[in-house]
């Protein structure tokens, strides 16, 4: 399949960004890619590329990987080592918008690209020279720059998932010769998008992020509790309130203890404020791993957060608070479930505290059956569970060495 985005494609998929961001409310990719104009205007110098300290030089590599934070790489690590001991060489960049702005003018495109799309093109043109991949990966899935990395080199490309894919905006470029995803769900998901960009093979692997030591055994259940807290909390009106309805719910019930795992980009100043005067919450160590976050709890509550993925795995059932009705046509998925269908095998959201009670007792009353349900909700999401690495590492040989001997489907 070698159907590329043509530029007034292009042109197209980054206007639909702009349009969607700009709904949303969010600064638009286009101005996240010149805001820092006049600063580069005027320090103008040679281009520094950021890399990971590892990545001494610029070098000819057999795997480019393009990433988007440093957490790309550091939850990915094991794969890349693992391609590293097969003898590939890789080298890691950066995707970042100072970085697009500086390689605007260190290297010459086609005058034919509209200005909008010069910084993606010459950055993509860099890598390419600089590096001169045999095999390309990328994390980057709402961004132009993929495509312009897939037409100024031989290189396939791939894309890399860091989660389970939604239908929205942001999944809708599939321009890239293969497409990762974890599993089903993300399948589902993506042909329910109406607004996809390109064509693609997509391949299900598994998460490249759960860890090998992602083992718990079955507990009995208790009343202790784990929830997943979110960066959002203190800032969307929305879930800010399913987490105080929470907090009454747990402040009413002095017979359950409730366990918080803040996000990894969490600011928990507002959650520390919120249940200073609750004595039966504790508030986890943002560096206390899953496993032992979910160690003595027997039931995870949550919105509709992705570790609930990860907690299945772990023989740990779901309850969701969500004080949304359920209208399984809207396009919000907060609303209709249509992002993890969590309700498709666990007890319907719960909206006010008496139904807080009632679905954590029908989990507690009813825990058998639902643990089994933790493997099918796994089994849908996830193609593999703990040996996605060594699966994902060989079919990336596979590609390298032009030799598809795994299952994908063209979309």
Not at 86 to 96: A, L, Q
Request: net charge neutral.
């Amino acid at each position: 399949m070698e159907s590329k985005l043509d530029l007034i494609e292009l042109a197209k998929y980054h206007h639909y960004l702009r349009k969607c961001t700009n709904r949303d409310r969010q600064k638009s990719l286009f101005r996240k890619v010149f805001k820092h104009f006049s600063d580069y205007v005027l320090k103008f110098s040679n281009l520094t590329i950021a890399r990971l300290n590892h990545v001494r030089k610029l070098e000819d590599c057999d795997i480019l990987v393009v990433i988007t934070s440093v957490v790309d790489y550091s939850q990915t690590e094991s794969l890349w080592t693992a391609l590293e001991n097969k003898g590939y060489k890789i080298s890691i960049v950066i995707d970042k918008s100072k970085n697009l702005m500086k390689s605007a003018f260190l290297s010459k495109v086609s005058s034919k690209i509209p200005a909008c799309l010069v910084p993606f093109a010459s950055f993509a043109s860099l890598l390419i020279k600089r590096h001169n991949p045999k095999l390309i990966c990328v994390f980057a899935h709402f961004d132009v720059l993929p495509s312009f990395l897939r037409n100024f080199s031989n290189a396939k490309t791939i894309y890399i998932p860091h989660a389970i894919m939604d239908s929205s905006y942001l999944y809708s470029s599939i321009d890239y010769d293969y497409y990762f995803v974890f599993g089903e769900s993300s399948l589902v998901n993506l042909k329910e998008n109406k607004n996809k960009f390109g064509k693609t093979k997509l391949v299900k692997t598994g998460s490249p992020v759960i860890r090998e030591s992602y083992k718990l055994q079955r507990t009995t259940p208790n009343h202790n509790l784990l929830f997943f807290s979110t960066w959002s909390i203190g800032k969307d009106k929305n879930l800010t309130a399913n987490f105080h309805l929470l907090l009454d719910f747990i402040a009413k019930h002095q017979d359950f203890k409730l366990f918080i795992k803040p996000h990894p980009k969490e600011d928990t100043t507002y959650i520390e404020n919120a249940v200073e005067k609750i004595i039966n919450i504790q508030i986890l160590d943002k560096k206390v791993d899953m496993v032992t976050a979910l160690g003595t709890a027997s039931i995870v509550i949550t919105n509709y957060s992705t570790a609930s993925i990860e907690a299945t795995l772990l023989n740990r059932p779901v309850v969701v608070v969500n004080m949304f009705d359920l209208d399984e046509t809207s396009t919000d998925f907060r609303i209709s479930d249509k992002y993890l269908y969590l309700e498709n095998y666990f007890p319907s959201r719960a909206k006010t505290i008496d139904e807080i009670e009632d679905r954590i007792f029908q989990v507690l009353e009813n825990y058998d059956y639902y643990l089994d349900q933790c493997k099918e909700f796994s089994k849908f999401h996830l193609e593999t569970f703990t040996d996605s690495v060594e699966k994902i590492a060989n079919i990336i040989e596979e590609i390298y060495h032009n030799n598809e001997q795994f299952t994908f489907e063209e979309i």
